[in-house]
């Protein structure tokens, strides 16, 4: 996708079009999205190296905010008791 992206890019960057309002390059507003998914693929690589590699379990932070709402909330029913 980020190869497909950036072809988009340089299309836009062959034949400028300009957003009408700001009059921006799109060939530069476009480029988000092969950035975008560059970032992501390297996360995914880095989560699976660290998880498959290493071993390092990586913990899901929202299930870890959960945890501690349930607890704050459990600390508050038994001080109205």
Known sequence: MAYYGY???MDLREFPYYTPALD???????????LSF???AIR???VNVMKY???IEIA???QEAMEESKKAL???VEEEC
Do not use: C, N, R
């Not at 921006?24 to 092969?34: A, E, Q, S």
């Open 7 to 9: 072809l988009a890019v």
């Open 24 to 34: 921006w390059d799109l060939g530069y507003v476009y480029l988000v999205f092969p």
């Open 38 to 40: 560059t970032l992501m």
């Open 44 to 46: 995914i690589v880095q």
């Open 53 to 55: 590699i290493l071993h």
């Open 60 to 62: 899901d932070p929202d």
């Open 74 to 76: 459990s600390k508050e």
